[in-house]
């Protein structure tokens, strides 16, 4: 059995938090006007600053949004408010924040495949096919456009 007690359903339920967010962020992004560093901000500000590393398994996952989190935090030593890392976020260059499109993009794909394994009937990635993700082409619209 792949969950039993108490807190590994817990745990289940955070995946589900992290793919919802991750999945918002995504669409903040399509969604928001302005520069990479502006849609990259509005994201955070809305829905990645609510992500922690508790919400994703252990391992490779949790060590790539760890990863994406301390390349957006590096650009705001020192400072831990979310208008300050916001505000850092404008001063990345916009390969970098191309870079981390692409990693928060392919992270959210990672979850959702994650969760397709744990619970088939409860994702919309279809694990055998790979369905590609509803946010390819959008993301692939702002990341051409630059």
Known sequence: MLF????????FDA???ADEKLR?????????GGTLQDKLASAYESDLRHLHERYFPIGDLRDKFNQIMATIRKWSPGKSSVKDIAAGIGQIDDAAVLAIIEDLKTLTIQVADHLAVLSPFK??????????HPFDDNLRGIIGSH
């Open 24 to 32: 918002a962020v995504l669409l903040s992004m399509v969604s928001t």
């Open 15 to 17: 995946f589900y938090y």
């Open 123 to 132: 994702t919309e990635i279809d694990v055998k096919t790979h369905i590609p």
């Open 4 to 11: 039993s007690g108490r807190h590994n359903v817990a745990k």
